[in-house]
C-alpha cells in the first residue's frame, strides 16, 4: 500500500530558538542600515523608514516565505521531517562595501544624500541582476568545485566578519556581555533546556538587555516607544535616472566584484547546507535571491539580501521551516512600523 505523501508541520518547538538567532542577525542589519544612513550619508528620515526600511521589509519577507516552502518541498520529495530552510537576509559585506565605498564618496562630493541613494538603488539592482545572471551556470560551477575550496573560505568570511567584530565588543564590556555568552553555550553546545522550555536565544537577548540597563551601558530604558506605519513606494523612476546618469560607472568596481562574491557566498552556503545534510539546488536558491535584491532596489532599499551563514547550526539547533517564517514575519514589522 503507497505511503501518503508526508506534510511536515510548519512550527517545531526549536523553530523558535532558530528565530531568535537568525532575527538578531537581521536586527543587526536594520540598526546598523540606520545608523550609518545617518551618521555618514545624513538621509533624512523619511528616506530611511519610508523607503530603505519598507523596501527591506518586503524582500526578507518574500524571500523567508520562499526559502520555508522551498524546505518543505525538499521534506516532502525525501520523506523527512527534519529539513531546514536556508537562512536568508541582508548581506552584511555588501552593506559596508556600498556604504563606504559608493554613497558615502558621492555624499562627499555632492552634498546630496538622495543622489546617493538613488545611486545606492542601482548598485543594489544591478547585485541582484548578476546573482540572477549567476544562478543559470552555478550548478555548473559547483560540480566541478571541490567541497573544501568552497567551505574552507567560507569559514574565513564568517571569522573575519562576522564573529571578530562582535568578539571585541563582548570583551569590551564584559559585565553585560559574559553571562549573555554563557547562556549561548549552554543552550547551543550542551543542548540543555532552559526552564518552562523558554528558547537560549530570548533568554540570551533578555538578560544582556537588562544587565545593559541596570549597569548604565544603556542610557536608561525607553519610556517611550516611536510608531509610524509605512508601506512600500515603486522607486523605479529614481532608479532609472540614476541608471542614466554615468555617475553609476564610476562604481563598477565596486557593484561587479559584490554581485559575484554574493554569487559565490550563495553557493558556499548552499553547500555548507548540503554538508549538513540538506541538500538544495543552486538554480533556485540563488534566483530567489537575485529577485529578492532586484524587487528590494525597486521599492527603495539599496542593500542586497542574500542566504545566510549559519544552516548547520540551525539545523542542528532543531529549527526547520517556521523559523525562517517567523523571521520574515518579524523583520517586516519592525521595518513597516518605524
Request: proline fraction near 6%.
Amino acid at each position: 500500500m503507497p505511503q501518503p505523501p508526508l506534510n511536515p508541520a510548519w512550527f517545531v518547538r526549536k523553530d523558535l530558538d532558530g528565530f531568535f538567532g537568525l532575527m538578531i542577525d537581521n536586527l543587526i542589519q536594520l540598526i546598523l542600515i540606520v545608523s550609518l544612513c545617518r551618521e555618514l550619508i545624513h538621509l533624512p528620515d523619511e528616506y530611511i523608514f519610508g523607503k530603505i526600511l519598507p523596501g527591506a521589509a518586503f524582500s526578507i519577507l518574500v524571500g523567508n516565505l520562499f526559502y520555508a516552502w522551498q524546505a518543505r518541498r525538499l521534506a516532502r520529495e525525501d520523506g523527512r521531517e527534519d529539513v531546514t530552510a536556508l537562512p536568508y537576509g541582508i548581506n552584511t559585506v555588501s552593506l559596508f562595501a556600498f556604504i563606504f565605498f559608493i554613497m558615502m564618496p558621492i555624499y562627499q562630493e555632492t552634498q546630496d544624500p538622495v543622489w546617493a541613494w538613488k545611486v545606492g538603488l542601482v548598485a543594489c539592482f544591478l547585485n541582484g541582476a548578476i546573482e540572477i545572471a549567476g544562478a543559470f551556470v552555478a550548478d555548473r560551477v559547483r560540480s566541478v568545485t571541490p567541497r573544501a575550496a568552497l567551505l574552507s573560505a567560507l569559514a574565513g568570511i564568517a571569522i573575519t566578519f562576522i564573529s571578530m567584530d562582535f568578539t571585541f565588543r563582548i570583551f569590551a564590556q564584559p559585565l553585560v556581555a559574559l553571562i549573555p555568552l554563557a547562556l549561548i553555550f549552554i543552550a547551543y553546545f550542551s543542548q540543555q533546556r532552559f526552564p518552562l522550555g523558554l528558547p537560549g536565544g530570548m533568554v540570551a537577548v533578555a538578560v544582556g538587555t537588562l544587565l545593559g540597563w541596570s549597569l548604565g551601558a544603556v542610557k536608561g530604558a525607553p519610556s517611550s516607544i516611536d510608531f509610524a506605519l509605512a508601506w512600500t513606494d515603486f522607486t523605479g523612476g529614481s532608479l532609472l535616472e540614476a541608471l542614466r546618469h554615468p555617475a553609476f560607472l564610476n562604481y563598477l568596481s565596486v557593484i561587479i566584484p559584490m554581485g559575484i562574491f554574493n554569487v559565490v557566498g550563495s553557493l558556499q552556503n548552499i553547500e555548507s547546507a548540503e554538508a549538513a545534510g540538506d541538500r538544495y539546488r543552486a538554480f533556485p536558491s540563488l534566483l530567489a535571491n537575485g529577485f529578492g535584491s532586484v524587487v528590494a532596489a525597486l521599492l527603495g532599499s539599496v542593500f542586497p539580501t542574500t542566504i545566510y551563514i549559519g544552516h548547520p547550526g540551525w539545523k542542528r539547533l532543531g529549527a526547520r521551516s517556521g523559523y525562517s517564517v517567523l523571521n520574515g514575519l518579524f523583520i517586516a514589522l519592525i521595518c513597516l512600523t518605524g
